[in-house]
C-alpha cells in the first residue's frame, strides 16, 4: 500500500499547508466584523471549475495510486508472469504526449485571444488523442492474439484493467474537449470564457500524461526494477 | 415571513451580482423532481435513506427473531441469516449513515451554513441523487433477483463472496451488491465534488473558514476523506467484479470446490482485505466527524454555550481525518500478519483516541455550567456523547491485538461496533432532525411524542446492546444463526438473547412513533417561526422559512462573527446572529 500513502501523504500536506495559510491559528471568538482582506465569493480568488478540477484530480490519482499498490502487492506473488509488452505502447505514449503539447499551445493561443489557432490546437489534440485510444484498442488486440487474455494470468487482468480505466477517464475528458470545441468556433463566447475551459482540458491532459507515464512504467515491469534501487539505497 | 436580516449601516459593496434568474424553476417537474436545489436534493436523498434503512432494520428484527428464539422460524435458514447481515450492514453503513449525513445533511446544511445560493454545481448535484436512487434500486433488486442478495458478510471477504457456498456467491446476488456499490461512489463522487468545493469557494463574505460551525467543518473533513477512501472500495469492486465475470484471479487463489479444481489461481484475497479496510476505517469516520460537527452545535445551542476550545475541536476533526488512513489494518490483526505490522497499526490506534478523547472533554468542558435545555435535540446529543464514550472504551480494549485475537469475530466486536458506529450516530441522526425539521418545514416535531421517542430508543439501544458485550465474553461468535452441536455454549445467555431481542422489536416499534411525528407534524406541528432555538448561525437567518430556491432573497447574507456568541454579556439578546454587526450597530430585529 505504500504508494497510495505516498499519495495520500502528499494531498495530505498539501491540505494542510492550504488550511494554514486559511488562518485556522485565529481565535474567531476574540475577532468581530467583516473580515475586509477577505474573502469576496470566490474565496481563492481562483475560479470554482479550477478548484473543482483540482479536487476531481485528487480523486482521480487516489484511483490509480490504489490500482498502482494493488499492482505493487500481487507482484511480489510467485506465479507472476507480466504480459510482453505491445511495441505500439511506445508509439501510443508519443501520441499522447503530442495531445498535451498540443493543449499546451491551445492555452497560449487562447490567452493571446487567437482563435484560430486555438481550434487548430484543440482539433489537434482531439485528433491525437482518438489516435492513443485506437491505439490502446491495437494494443489489446495484439495481446488477445498472442494468447494473454484477461484471466490467464492476474497480470494480464491488471494490464487490461489499468489501460481501461485509463482510456475511460480519456473518453471523459473527450467529451470535455468537445464542449470547449463548441465554444471555440462560437463566436459569442467570451474569449475569458473560452480560455478557462481551455486550461481546465490542458490540466486534465498532463495529469492523464502523468498516470499514463506511471502505467505505462508499471506494465513495462520497470517498477520492479526501480523498487529494487529504492530498497538498496535505504539499506 | 419575517424579515431576519440586520440592516447594514457601514457602506459595503454588493457581494457580486445574483443570478436571481437561476433560482426560479420552470415547472413542477424541475422544483420537486428533477431538482437542482440542494435543498429538495437533500430531502430526496434522506427520504431514499430512510426508506432503504427501514428495510435494514425489518432484517435486524429478523435476525434478532432469529438468535433469540433459535429454531422457531422456519424461514430464517442459515442461508437467510447470511443474507439478512450482509444487507443489513451493508446498507447501514454505506446506504443509511453515509447518504443521509453527507447527501442529507450536507446538502441542505452546507449551503445554508456558509451563505451560499445553493452548491456550486447544482446539475451534478442533481446527478448525484439520481445515480444514488440508481445504486438503491440496483441493491434492492437483489432480494428479489433468482438466489437472492449476497451472503458474503458485509465485509464480501473473497474468495467465499464469489463461491457457490456462498448466498447469492455465483447467483446475481454478489454482482448487484458490486454493481451497486460502484455507482453509489460514482453518485457520491459527484455530489462530493460539491460539497468540499461550496466550502473552499461559495462561502459568503466575512465567512472565513474559523468562523464556519462545526456541523460544516465535519461535512467538510468527512467528504475529503470519502473522496480520497471510496476510490479504494471502488478498486475492490471493479477487481472482484472482474474476477466473479470475467474469470480473472485478482482475488481468488487456486481452490478446489466439491473435489473440482476451479480455474482461478494465483490471487490474493489478503490484498482486498487491505483494499477493503483502506476504505473501510475511513468509513467508520466519514459517519462520525459529521455526527462531531452537529453534535457540537447542538450542545452549544441548546446549553446556550460557546462550544469549549473551537480551535482544538476544528483541529481534532482535520487531524481524526488524516490519521484515520494509517490505521486500516487494525481490522486485520488475525489475517497473519508480521507482528510488527500489528505493533504500528495498534499504536496509531491508539493516537487517534487522543484528539477523539479531547473532542469528548470538549463537549462536557461545553455543557458544565450551561443553561442546559433538554429539549428532544439535545436529550439525542447527550444521549449520543454517553453512548460514543462507551463505545470508545470497548474500542480501546480491541485496538490492543492482544485482547482483539480472542475477541475477533465474537458478539463483543458486534457490541462495540454498534454502540459506536451504529447507535452513536443515529442518535445524531435523530437529535439534527429535531433541530432541523423546523427550518425544513416552518413546523415544531412534536414534543411528547420526540420525548417519548427519545427515551425508547436510548433505553432500548442499551437493553440491546449492553447484555451483548457480556454476550460476546462467554464466547458467542458472530455471524452464527444457530450454535447447533455447541449449544451449550450459548446456554448461559439464551434468556438474555431473547431478552434482547424483544427489545430489538421494541425499539422498533419506536421508530414508528418518530416517522408518525414527522407526517403529522407536516400538518398540525406547532407553528416554528424563523428561529425557534434562537441560534446564531446563519441558515436560522433566512429572510424566508423554509427558505426558497437560492436562499437568500435579494442579498447574501455578511457574517461579522463567529457561529457560537450565545450568552455574550452585555449583548441585548443571549445570542448573535452571525450577520449581525452588534456592538457595531444594536441590531434592529424583527423576530
Ligand atoms: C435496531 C438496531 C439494530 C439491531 C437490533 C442490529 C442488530 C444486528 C445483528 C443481530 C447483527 C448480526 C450479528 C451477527 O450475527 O454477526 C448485526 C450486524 C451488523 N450491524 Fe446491526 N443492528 C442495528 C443497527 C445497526 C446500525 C444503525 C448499524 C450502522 C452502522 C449497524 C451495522 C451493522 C453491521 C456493519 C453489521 C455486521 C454485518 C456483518 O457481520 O457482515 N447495525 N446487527
Ligand atoms: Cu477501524
New binding site residues.
Partial sequence: MSVILVFLTVVIGFSFWWLFHQKVMEKPWLEHGVHTALPETDVSGMPTAKVALAVFLAVVGSLFALFASAYFMRMDYADWQAPPLPRILWVNTVILILASIALSCAVRAAREHRREMTRLALVTAGLATFVFLAGQVTAWRELAAGGHYLDVNPANGFFYLMTGVHGLHILGGLVALGRTMVKAWDDDVAAEQLRLGVELCAAYWHFLLFVWLGVFVLLAGWAGDLLALCRQILT | MVDATPRMERDIPPAEVPELELYHPKSWWTTYVFSQDAKVIAIQYSGTAVAI?LV??VL??L??LQ?GFPGTFSFITPEA?YQ???M???I??IY??TALFLGGFGNYLIPLMVGARDMVFPYVNMLSFWIYLLAVLVLAASFFAPGGPTG????LYPPQAILGGTPGGQSWGIILMLVSLILFIIGFTMGGLNYAVTVIQGRTRGMTLMRMPLTVWGIFTATVMALLAFPALFVACVMMLFDRVLGTSFFMPALVEMGEQLSYGGGSPILFQHLFWFFGHPEVYI?ALPAFGIVSDLISTHARKNIFGYRMMVWAIVIIGALSFIVWAHHMYVSGMHPWFGFFFATTTLIIAVPTAIKVYNWVLTLWRGDIHLTVPMLFALAFIVTFVNGGLTGLFLGNVVVDVPLSDT?FV?AH??MV???A??MVIFGAIYHWYPKITGRMLEDWMGKFHFWVTFV??YA??FPMHYVGLVGV?????EMGEAAFMTAPVDNLNAF?SVA?LV??FA?MVFLFNLVWSLRFGKEAGPNPWRATSLEWQTPTTPPPHGNWGDERPVVYRWAYDYSVPGAPEDFIPQNDPWPDKPATRAA
Fill in positions: 434503512g435494514a432494520l435486524s428484527w435476525m434478532r438468535l441469516y439478512f447481515i450482509t443489513h450492514g451493508m447501514m453503513v443509511l449513515l458474503a458478510g458485509w465485509t459517519v458478539m458486534v461496533f454498534h458506529m451504529g447507535v450516530p443515529i432500548g439501544a440491546i446492546f461468535p458472530r455471524r452464527y444463526p434482547i430489538a425499539v422498533g421508530q
